[in-house]
DNA sequence: TGTAATTATAAGGTTAGCTTAAGGTTAAGA
DNA sequence: TCTTAACCTTAAGCTAACCTTATAATTACA
């Protein structure tokens, strides 16, 4: 499932911070690469094209600042994300840090475990924000991606809204494609077996759906029920 | 991204508890290891670093309490959650059990489907705080600056202020920006497993929130939850 | 072609959530 | 300790979204 490695670069001036934060990462599975100062970053961060990079502020020859408003500048780096490390409350150098362009930001001392945490976060963030699908609880047929954890679904990458009752009968159908769905079921599986409806109820929910997928997604068997066809 | 399956060590004395609900943990997905006293969780527990521990009080060699206590003291399993097993109405032990640094407890006679919704349900909320922790020092969401280590919040480089409850309904919701968070799991996270309190307080914190932040960013999902989006 | 089932449309009813205000609780400061 | 202010929770009425029903039109199939 992890088939694709991000890539890390890690920018600090003391080899001490390289090597253990860059320990931790490359044992997450991360691809990592690391610099001294602003001026190589900048240098490698061309070249790497990383998704992320974590960014020392103190440091000789180029400090975090000044390659941070630097890197933004760069189109090729315009999808990457940029966290600051710095010493803990010194609160002006953090809003700075947002001022050019900073993602996120950590303090030091670092904790080689919230670190990790951290960066799988942003990450995942990222990810997120790429590709709305590629997600854990979503769900693909064909044009239509229905994600769970977020209650939504898109046809064409367009985004429908399903209410609650709409978007619950479109996750029974789809869980199994094909499948005839009775009536009966239908019912018990969204409604409950103890609560009564009306038989035209069911309808006008399908009725809901097909007028937003577009008609031929949903069959009707006629005296049976109602199945997904992609 | 769900490919990790949560470890789950099970202390008792008992064969038969052992048996029947390391079977229905399994059945669940979890990675289960048992121990048969106190002494023995304590070096399984180093060794696997699960991410529950359920715990029988009343156990030969070295109790539940005992166990707990020792535990509680390992670094390794600070982010362990422990809950203990016990009669029903010994009041007196699940007092002494939070004492000991216990965040839940269950009662015996055990019914496999509670213990295994309480299970999931712990489970997801840990997974939740770890999350927030993930996002110590700051992060930049669009407009929204939120500093987790000094508890403030900036909206374009203005300052809001936002109560503690506020502040964590902000930090659950925009640790996962997108993602709906349900009533019940915002409770369960938030407000803790035990904590009552009436279905209309989240919908006030919610107003609160979105009366400072400007209005569009946390949108209502009706029957199901909120989400933050950018 | 006739009948039963489904579809379309619109109009109520219901429920979840929003809003506001007030009481209770906790925490901070004198 | 007492006072006060901030915060949290609850209550109640209101609103709007959602769900259900009713009815008429249409379709599928014997």
Same mark, same amino acid.
Request: aromatic share 6%.
């Given at each position: 499932?992890?088939?694709?490695?991000?890539?890390?670069?890690?920018?600090?001036?003391?080899?001490?911070?390289?090597?253990?934060?860059?320990?931790?990462?490359?044992?997450?599975?991360?691809?990592?690469?690391?610099?001294?100062?602003?001026?190589?970053?900048?240098?490698?961060?061309?070249?790497?094209?990383?998704?992320?990079?974590?960014?020392?502020?103190?440091?000789?020859?180029?400090?975090?600042?000044?390659?941070?408003?630097?890197?933004?500048?760069?189109?090729?780096?315009?999808?990457?994300?940029?966290?600051?490390?710095?010493?803990?409350?010194?609160?002006?150098?953090?809003?700075?840090?947002?001022?050019?362009?900073?993602?996120?930001?950590?303090?030091? $001392?670092? *904790?080689?475990?919230? !670190?990790? /945490?951290?960066?799988? +976060?942003?990450?995942?963030?990222?990810?997120?924000? %790429? #590709? @709305?699908?590629?997600?854990?609880?979503?769900?693909?047929?064909?044009?239509?991606?229905?994600?769970?954890?977020?209650?939504?679904?898109?046809?064409?990458?367009?985004?429908?809204?399903? $209410?609650? *009752?709409?978007?619950? !009968?479109? /996750?029974?159908?789809? +869980?199994?494609?094909?499948?005839?769905?009775?009536? %009966? #079921? @239908?019912?018990?599986?969204?409604?409950?077996?103890?609560?009564?409806?009306?038989?035209?109820?069911?309808?006008?929910?399908?009725?809901?759906?097909?007028?937003?997928?577009?008609?031929?997604?949903?069959?009707?068997?006629?005296?049976?029920?109602?199945?997904?066809?992609?």
């Amino acid at each position: 499932m992890k088939e694709y490695s991000a890539k890390i670069l890690l920018v600090d001036d003391e080899p001490d911070i390289l090597e253990i934060v860059g320990y931790n990462l490359k044992n997450e599975g991360y691809q990592v690469f690391t610099a001294a100062n602003g001026d190589e970053a900048i240098k490698k961060a061309k070249k790497k094209k990383p998704d992320l990079i974590i960014l020392d502020v103190m440091m000789p020859v180029m400090d975090g600042m000044e390659a941070c408003e630097k890197m933004r500048k760069m189109p090729e780096l315009e999808h990457t994300i940029i966290t600051f490390l710095t010493a803990r409350s010194e609160d002006y150098s953090m809003i700075a840090g947002f001022d050019v362009g900073a993602d996120d930001y950590i303090t030091k $001392p670092i *904790k080689p475990r919230v !670190l990790v /945490s951290k960066v799988k +976060s942003l990450l995942r963030r990222k990810l997120q924000v %790429e #590709e @709305i699908a590629a997600n854990s609880g979503s769900t693909k047929l064909g044009d239509l991606v229905i994600d769970h954890d977020q209650y939504k679904v898109f046809l064409r990458k367009e985004e429908l809204v399903f $209410p609650r *009752k709409e978007f619950e !009968l479109l /996750s029974l159908l789809t +869980s199994q494609p094909g499948k005839v769905f009775k009536r %009966e #079921e @239908i019912l018990e599986t969204i409604w409950g077996v103890d609560v009564v409806v009306g038989g035209r109820t069911i309808d006008v929910h399908i009725r809901k759906l097909r007028e937003k997928l577009g008609d031929d997604s949903i069959n009707t068997i006629k005296g049976v029920g109602y199945k997904y066809v992609k």
